[in-house]
């Protein structure tokens, strides 16, 4: 290439590094959180309707990190993440208590439900005992479809069938099926199998594949589901920001951020309730 035109080449780089340049620089200045929550969080659309909101109030950007609750907390116990929105309290807790997590608060709530084909092949359908139901279930070997991801709905799922006296690992055959996936993606294994499915209620409100899939069994007071928020360590992971981190904790915990969850409806019906409480009270 002649001199002069790789001197008029490198000055169009230079003329465009210097008109790109503040731009990059202020997209990699834009504070943002990393938030390890649920694949029901954000399947369901909640993070959709809220973290918007609270950006604009702050200026801090939300990227989630859609996981099963087991594995949100070991992105929190590594550091990878700033804030942890989870919904299983007995390993919220322990998260706590072994220094990963400080300043936990309840957000909110829903409920579990049992899913199944509109047929009821094991004639659970309109009961409100659920472990009754999960009996019926396993002795008729009507096909089950489990998480199978160490979430806090596969975990819901595991108790409840301890409660039922079921031992999984002696029953389980070809008719309980395993998907390691998230919510949605078992929600529609269900669909295709005409199966059972242990389901949070958000996200069943919010899944456009239901089909011939109605809600069985629904009430039970052992189907309450909290959700927790809570800061990663700072003093185990110094890189964690606590303050952004603090700043979405305290909005959600605060009256503009539990209107915004109570405000979020699919059909005209709440997905979850606010519920969190004043520090200290």
């Given at each position: 290439?002649?001199l002069?035109r790789?001197?008029?080449?490198?000055?169009?780089?230079?003329?465009?590094?210097?008109?790109?340049g503040p731009?990059?620089?202020?997209a990699?200045?834009?504070?943002?959180?990393t938030?390890?929550?649920t694949t029901?969080?954000?399947?369901?659309?909640?993070f959709?309707?809220?973290?918007?909101?609270?950006?604009?109030?702050?200026?801090?950007?939300?990227?989630?990190v859609?996981l099963?609750t087991?594995?949100?907390?070991?992105?929190?116990e590594?550091?990878?993440?700033?804030?942890?929105?989870v919904?299983?309290?007995s390993?919220?807790?322990a998260?706590l208590?072994?220094?990963f997590g400080?300043?936990?608060?309840?957000?909110?709530?829903?409920?579990?439900i049992?899913?199944?084909?509109?047929?009821?092949?094991?004639?659970?359908?309109?009961?409100?005992?659920v472990v009754?139901?999960?009996?019926?279930?396993?002795?008729?070997?009507?096909p089950?479809?489990?998480?199978?991801d160490?979430?806090g709905?596969?975990?819901?799922e595991?108790?409840?069938?301890?409660?039922?006296g079921?031992?999984?690992?002696?029953?389980?055959?070809?008719?309980?099926?395993?998907t390691?996936?998230?919510?949605?993606?078992?929600?529609n294994?269900?669909?295709?199998?005409d199966?059972?499915?242990?389901?949070?209620?958000?996200?069943?409100?919010?899944?456009?594949n239901?089909?011939?899939?109605?809600?069985?069994?629904?009430?039970?007071?052992?189907?309450?589901?909290?959700?927790?928020?809570m800061?990663?360590?700072?003093?185990?992971?110094?890189?964690?920001?606590?303050?952004?981190?603090?700043?979405?904790?305290?909005?959600?915990?605060a009256?503009?951020g539990?209107e915004?969850?109570?405000?979020?409806?699919?059909?005209?019906?709440?997905l979850?309730?606010?519920?969190?409480?004043?520090?200290?009270?």
């Open positions: 290439m002649p002069t790789r001197l008029f080449t490198a000055a169009l780089a230079l003329a465009a590094a210097a008109v790109a731009t990059v620089a202020a990699a200045d834009k504070p943002f959180i938030v390890a929550s029901s969080t954000e399947q369901s659309g909640l959709g309707h809220l973290l918007p909101k609270f950006t604009e109030k702050t200026g801090i950007e939300v990227r989630v859609a099963g087991g594995q949100a907390l070991k992105l929190g590594r550091g990878d993440a700033d804030v942890v929105f919904h299983d309290k390993a919220e807790e998260f208590k072994a220094g400080v300043d936990r608060r309840d957000v909110m709530y829903n409920d579990f049992l899913v199944g084909p509109k047929a009821d092949p094991a004639k659970v359908a309109g009961g409100r005992d009754a139901a999960l009996r019926v279930i396993a002795t008729a070997k009507a089950f479809v489990s998480r199978g160490d979430s709905t596969h975990k819901a595991l108790r409840l069938w301890k409660e039922a079921i031992d999984l690992a002696a029953a389980r055959g070809a008719w309980y099926r395993e390691g996936s998230g919510m949605g993606p078992a929600l294994t269900a669909a295709g199998m199966a059972y499915v242990l389901s949070d209620r958000g996200t069943w409100l919010n899944f456009k239901q089909g011939r899939l109605a809600i069985v069994v629904e009430g039970d007071e052992r189907l309450f589901n909290q959700y927790g928020v800061l990663v360590n700072p003093a185990r992971h110094p890189h964690v920001k606590e303050a952004q981190g603090r700043a979405f904790i305290d909005w959600l915990t009256q503009e539990q915004a969850i109570a405000s979020y409806k699919v059909g005209g019906e709440p979850f309730f606010a519920n969190a409480r004043k520090q200290g009270s």
